[in-house]
C-alpha cells in the first residue's frame, strides 16, 4: 500500500489558483499511474486528471481543460496539479489515487485536501 499525502488546498476566489501537491511513500514510483479526483457534497466522487509514469502521458476531464495541469516529479516522488481560472464549481475535496501500470484500480487513496473557490 502506497501512502499518499496531498497538501495546497484552501479557499480562494473565483478566478484564482491554486497548486495541490500529492506526496508518495513508495521506492517504485514510477511504476505508478497517478490520478486526480474529487468529490463535492452530495455528489459522486470523480476524475480530474491523470498521469503516466514518466509524466509524457496525461490526460483530463472536460471540464478541467485548459484550466487545469499535472505533473509529476519522480524523483521527489510527487504529483501536482495547478489549478487556473478557478470557479465556484470546482469547490471540493480533492484526492490523489495511484495505480500499478499493469492494472486498472486506484487501490491507494490519499486523505483529500478542501479547495473551496468563493464567487
Known amino acids: 500500500q502506497v501512502q499518499l499525502v496531498e497538501s495546497g488546498g484552501g479557499l480562494v476566489q473565483a478566478g484564482g489558483s491554486l497548486r495541490l501537491s500529492c506526496a508518495a511513500s513508495t521506492r517504485t514510483f514510477n511504476n505508478y499511474v497517478v490520478g486526480w479526483f474529487r468529490q463535492a457534497p452530495g455528489k459522486e466522487r470523480e476524475f480530474v486528471a491523470g498521469?503516466?509514469?514518466?509524466?509524457?502521458?496525461?490526460n483530463y476531464a472536460d471540464f478541467v481543460k485548459g484550466r487545469f495541469t499535472i505533473s509529476r516529479d519522480n524523483a521527489k516522488n510527487t504529483v501536482d496539479l495547478q489549478m487556473n481560472s478557478l470557479k465556484p464549481e470546482d469547490t471540493a475535496i480533492y484526492y490523489c489515487a495511484v495505480r500499478q501500470y499493469n492494472q486498472a484500480a486506484f487501490r491507494s487513496w490519499g486523505q483529500g485536501t478542501q479547495v473551496t473557490v468563493s464567487s
Open positions: 498521469i503516466g509514469r514518466s509524466g509524457e502521458s496525461t
